[in-house]
C-alpha cells in the first residue's frame, strides 16, 4: 500500500469519513479515480470508514481476484483509517435516511455512521449523494467527487 498521501501537505482540521468507494479507488488504483482518493484521503489526519467498508473492500477484491492481497493490506488500513462501529444509534440513523431521502440500505448505514460520530466530512464517490453534494447532514458535509 502506498503511503505517500499520509504526509502530503499540511491536513486539514477536521475528521473525514470515506465511502468506501474511495478506499477501493486508491487501494486498487482504478484509472481516473485513483488520484482523486489520494487527494482526498490526504487533506485530513482524523481519517475514518465504517466497518461496513471492511466488508465492501473484501466482497470487491474476491470479485476482482485480489482477495489474498486485501488480506494482507486490511491490518494496514486499519491503522492508517480507524473503523468504526455500526451501533443503534446508527442504525436510527440510517433509517432516517433510507426513508426520507431513499439512498439505499448500505450507503445510508455508511453515511449514518459519519453522522452518529460527528464526523466532519463525508466523501464519496456515489452517485446516490448527487443530492447532498456539499450540503449538511446534521453536522456532517457531504462531498460527492
Known amino acids: 500500500m502506498q503511503k505517500s498521501w499520509i504526509r502530503s501537505g499540511k491536513p486539514r482540521k477536521g475528521k473525514a469519513l470515506y465511502d468506501s468507494n474511495i478506499l477501493i479507488a486508491y487501494l486498487f ?10 487527494e482526498v484521503l490526504a487533506k485530513h489526519s482524523n481519517r475514518y470508514m465504517s466497518i461496513i467498508s471492511i466488508h465492501e473492500i473484501g466482497y ?22 480507524e473503523p468504526l462501529q455500526i451501533d443503534q444509534e446508527t442504525c436510527m440513523h440510517a433509517i432516517n435516511l433510507r426513508s426520507l431521502n431513499k439512498l439505499p440500505e448500505i450507503d445510508s448505514l455508511i453515511a449514518a455512521t459519519a453522522i452518529r460520530y460527528n464526523i466532519d466530512y463525508f466523501y464519496t464517490f456515489d452517485q446516490d449523494f448527487t443530492q447532498f453534494n ?10 460527492k467527487l
Open 29 to 38: 488504483r482504478e484509472e481516473r479515480r485513483c488520484d482523486i482518493a489520494k
Open 60 to 81: 470487491y477484491s474476491r470479485k476482482m481476484g485480489t482477495e489474498i492481497k486485501f488480506m494482507e493490506i486490511k491490518p494496514k488500513l486499519s491503522q492508517l483509517i
Open 134 to 143: 456539499n450540503r449538511r447532514l446534521r453536522n456532517t458535509m457531504i462531498i
